[in-house]
């Protein structure tokens, strides 16, 4: 099967901010993405708001529940308590946890499993009690010790974070390299049992390598590329490119 589509909306969300107006409206831009394939809606509500803002989510909640009850919400972010009290409120689909610091411009890395792992099964044991899906955000290179802490946590997921295959737009040699770095690590997760997920500067290019490497891939979460390829063609559109891609 294809991997789904989640479109990150943090982008939408910081443009609509840089005015005290009503737009871009995220629900409504995240109704045009479900309405034409998405597959779910992410969201990172940091704690400075500067994108996301904490009284978004039970719009987007509301939005799924009551026009497109198939999709999922996904939220994103690091574990602390007023993160998981968001969580329990809006009651998200899936939950990602990202080891992000609050002043990071945006995630640039994964979790150390192993020196993190019975903070991780604590949050894990909750989110899962509440009925969420929990995938942890993942390093591209990680280990087969890693990978097994991961899995110990009791998450049901990873997500593979791909900046550093983002980053390889110009270089095709690098691209191979950094695609080799996670077919391996998709493998050891399939062997696991790790459903996997990834996200970070992926586009329409990029994508079908990817999909290529990791057969296991169920989901990516796209906002920065997808936001950016609206400004051109819709949003409509951009949404229907990326789903093509996925597959």
Not at 54 to 72: T, V
Not at 196 to 224: F, K, M, W
Request: net charge negative.
């Amino acid at each position: 099967m294809p991997a789904e589509l989640s479109v990150n909306l943090n982008a939408i969300a910081m443009l609509r901010n840089r005015r005290d107006l009503p737009w871009p409206s995220v629900t409504g831009i995240g109704r045009i993405a479900l309405s034409n394939g998405a597959h779910g809606l992410t969201v990172h509500p940091r704690p400075d708001q500067r994108h996301i803002r904490f009284s978004d989510l039970p719009e987007i909640r509301a939005l799924i529940d009551d026009e497109f009850p198939q999709a999922e919400f996904n939220i994103e972010g690091y574990p602390t308590e007023d993160f998981l009290d968001l969580v329990e409120a809006n009651q998200p689909e899936q939950v990602t946890l990202v080891p992000d610091d609050p002043a990071q411009a945006t995630s640039d890395h994964g979790w150390d499993f192993e020196g993190n792992g019975a903070f991780l099964r604590d949050v894990v044991r909750r989110l899962k009690k509440g009925g969420a899906r929990v995938s942890l955000f993942c390093d591209p290179d990680a280990s087969r010790a890693s990978l097994e802490a991961a899995k110990a946590t009791g998450a049901d997921r990873i997500e593979f974070y791909t900046g550093p295959y983002g980053g390889t737009h110009d270089d095709p040699a690098r691209a191979a390299a950094e695609l080799a770095k996670l077919e391996a690590a998709g493998r050891i997760a399939a062997e696991l049992g790790l459903g996997v997920n990834a996200g970070h500067d992926l586009t329409v290019a990029n994508l079908p390598a990817l999909a290529r490497a990791l057969p296991n891939l169920l989901e990516v979460s796209i906002g920065h590329g997808l936001t950016a390829d609206a400004l051109e063609y819709g949003m409509a559109e951009t949404v229907r490119r990326f789903i093509a891609a996925c597959r």
